[in-house]
């Protein structure tokens, strides 16, 4: 037997996505779709859900925490994100990327799942703010070490520059997280 087949079908699988019943994003030009290499693809398949599952623990602060700072704290980290997710959405598009989630049910470092998400419905008090706080911290954390891969390694301009603002507000965010 082969041993190096499971291996490989973790390859086939992380790259290959899953299924989807999303629209397609309208297609790219070529010139447009060559500007952007393989690590600029991935890291907008993976930053795109992160932060949008990132803000949907985020909001749920308002009804679920007693406490004032973890409410401010979440505001604060909710807002600049929303903005940013503007910019990556956009940018996921312009390189002719679907809308779907290829991650979806993967478990990945700083990624709040679904069961994360079901998790943080069903808390109230410090249970919920502890929880929020270390999922934001650990997706600030993983953004920061993202970003930097895409700074070093991507080809389109645009998006390392994007990589940059996203860097520098993941590690502001973290250092607010930090002093909750």
Same mark, same amino acid.
């Given at each position: 037997? @082969? =041993?190096? #087949?499971?291996?490989?079908?973790?390859?086939?699988?992380?790259?290959?996505?899953?299924?989807?019943?999303?629209?397609?994003?309208?297609?790219?030009?070529?010139?447009?779709? /060559?500007? #952007?290499?393989?690590?600029?693809? %991935?890291?907008?398949?993976?930053?795109?859900?992160?932060?949008? @599952?990132?803000?949907? /623990?985020?909001?749920?602060?308002?009804?679920?925490?007693?406490?004032?700072?973890?409410?401010? %704290?979440?505001?604060? #980290?909710?807002?600049?994100?929303?903005?940013?997710?503007?910019?990556?959405?956009?940018? &996921?598009? &312009?390189? +002719?990327?679907? %809308?779907?989630?290829?991650?979806?049910?993967? &478990?990945?470092?700083?990624?709040?799942?679904? /069961?994360?998400?079901?998790?943080? =419905?069903?808390?109230? +008090?410090?249970? #919920?703010?502890?929880?929020?706080?270390?999922?934001? &911290?650990?997706? /600030?954390?993983?953004?920061?070490?993202?970003?930097?891969?895409?700074? @070093?390694? +991507?080809?389109?301009?645009?998006?390392?520059?994007? %990589?940059?603002?996203?860097?520098?507000?993941?590690?502001?965010?973290?250092?607010?997280?930090?002093?909750?």
């Amino acid at each position: 037997m @082969n =041993r190096r #087949f499971p291996g490989v079908a973790v390859v086939v699988l992380c790259l290959g996505g899953c299924a989807t019943t999303a629209a397609p994003a309208p297609p790219a030009s070529p010139a447009t779709q /060559a500007a #952007f290499n393989p690590t600029d693809v %991935a890291w907008l398949q993976l930053v795109v859900p992160m932060t949008e @599952n990132a803000l949907a /623990a985020a909001r749920l602060a308002p009804q679920h925490t007693a406490s004032p700072a973890i409410r401010s %704290a979440a505001d604060a #980290f909710a807002g600049p994100q929303e903005r940013l997710l503007v910019h990556l959405r956009a940018t &996921r598009d &312009r390189a +002719g990327l679907p %809308a779907s989630d290829v991650h979806s049910g993967h &478990r990945m470092p700083g990624m709040v799942t679904p /069961a994360d998400l079901v998790a943080l =419905r069903t808390e109230r +008090g410090s249970a #919920f703010d502890r929880r929020l706080v270390a999922l934001l &911290r650990a997706h /600030a954390a993983q953004l920061v070490v993202l970003a930097g891969g895409e700074q @070093n390694s +991507g080809a389109d301009a645009g998006t390392r520059e994007l %990589a940059g603002a996203v860097g520098a507000e993941v590690t502001h965010a973290g250092e607010l997280l930090a002093k909750v």
